[in-house]
């Protein structure tokens, strides 16, 4: 063969091996986080679906339970090794706060308009609960939250179950908790439990989250939901990345997303109030008045306030 032609033989190689090589699939790197949450699945999951689709390749393995038994899963993870969540999305600041002290989350956050009152250097609220009253048709529903003692046999969640019903507690205080006992309150364990006592009629009235008691009227349950004076109590859920996760990127790209416009935009269209101005979220009355704890200042107090709070109803 002459030296031409096998010049050219072993061009023609080389440019089959080239072209072999760039035409294999690219693949991409596949990660994974972990979240703890104790928001529902209603809301949770189309969060997760929508991050997902944004994020190819990012798998997102959940942990969903209540209040109490995800303060029971932390501190199981801290006693067996270390915290195994990612990110942590919790439903108040005082719980997400505890974290913060052990030095399981924190020490970042995304930039966004989310607004300071419900920013930390260590956490972002992204979700909002609202503790509203509920009555049974027939009833008189509080004109303000003093009156629901008042209000026939009435039904409140247990704060150390939900975080909206211990951010009720820091912001009614003890006594007010004492004056609806005396009056022949109960003890229930969910907001979603005393939304169904006060629609079977079980109870006559109760204190749970707007979700809840709006849903509930949705579907044809006898019952008024009332926003009483000085207003609902807002309580934010803050998302928190782990510092000792070893998908940082991962984590804080979750984070980053949840506070976004689009992010936010699904937490509101999938039951939850959405933390960003302006982004509709579900059923609320125009002008509906809204109060809020001093978080900063009841940080330091949620055991004690919790301990109070027992000598009240027990346990």
């Given at each position: 063969m002459s030296r031409g032609r096998r010049g050219?033989?072993?061009?023609?190689?080389?440019?089959?091996?080239?072209?072999?090589?760039?035409?294999?699939?690219?693949?991409?790197r596949s990660e994974s986080?972990?979240?703890?949450?104790?928001?529902?699945?209603?809301?949770?999951?189309?969060?997760?679906?929508?991050?997902?689709?944004?994020?190819?390749?990012?798998?997102?393995?959940?942990f969903r339970a209540p209040t109490g038994q995800l303060n029971a899963r932390v501190a199981s993870d801290v006693r067996s090794g270390g915290l195994r969540a990612d990110v942590i999305w919790a439903c108040d600041p005082l719980t997400m706060q505890d974290f913060v002290t052990q030095g399981l989350v924190g020490?970042?956050?995304?930039?966004?308009?989310?607004?300071?009152?419900?920013?930390?250097?260590?956490?972002?609220?992204?979700?909002?609960?609202?503790?509203?009253?509920?009555?049974?048709?027939?009833?008189?529903?509080?004109?303000?939250?003093?009156?629901?003692?008042?209000?026939?046999?009435?039904?409140?969640?247990?704060?150390k179950v939900a975080a909206s019903a211990l951010g009720a507690l820091a912001y009614f205080g003890t006594d007010f908790y004492a004056d609806l006992k005396s009056k022949g309150a109960v003890q229930v364990s969910t907001p979603d439990d005393v939304t169904t006592g006060v629609a079977q009629g079980v109870y006559d009235a109760g204190m749970t989250i707007a979700n809840s008691a709006y849903a509930a009227a949705k579907s044809g349950s006898p019952v008024t939901v009332s926003w009483p004076k000085p207003g609902a109590v807002a309580i934010f859920g803050p998302v928190a990345v782990s510092k000792a996760t070893?998908?940082?990127?991962?984590?804080?790209?979750?984070?980053?997303?949840?506070?976004?416009?689009?992010?936010?935009?699904?937490?509101g269209s999938s039951g939850s109030y959405p933390t960003l101005p302006n982004v509709p979220g579900p059923t609320k009355p125009e002008n509906a008045p809204t109060v809020q704890p001093d978080w900063k200042t009841?940080?330091?107090?949620?055991?004690?306030?919790?301990?109070?709070?027992?000598?009240i109803f027990g346990g």
């Open positions: 050219f033989t072993a061009l023609a190689v080389g440019l089959l091996l080239l072209t072999t090589g760039c035409s294999q699939p690219a693949t991409s986080i972990t979240l703890y949450t104790c928001v529902n699945d209603t809301t949770v999951q189309p969060v997760i679906s929508a991050f997902k689709a944004a994020n190819a390749g990012a798998e997102v393995q959940l020490g970042w956050t995304p930039q966004t308009d989310i607004p300071e009152t419900m920013r930390t250097p260590d956490y972002v609220g992204i979700a909002l609960l609202y503790m509203v009253a509920i009555t049974r048709k027939g009833q008189p529903a509080p004109a303000n939250w003093q009156q629901l003692a008042n209000a026939g046999k009435v039904a409140v969640p247990d704060p070893e998908n940082r990127q991962l984590a804080q790209d979750f984070a980053s997303y949840v506070t976004s416009q689009e992010g936010q935009t699904v937490i009841l940080a330091s107090e949620k055991a004690a306030l919790l301990k109070d709070y027992a000598t």
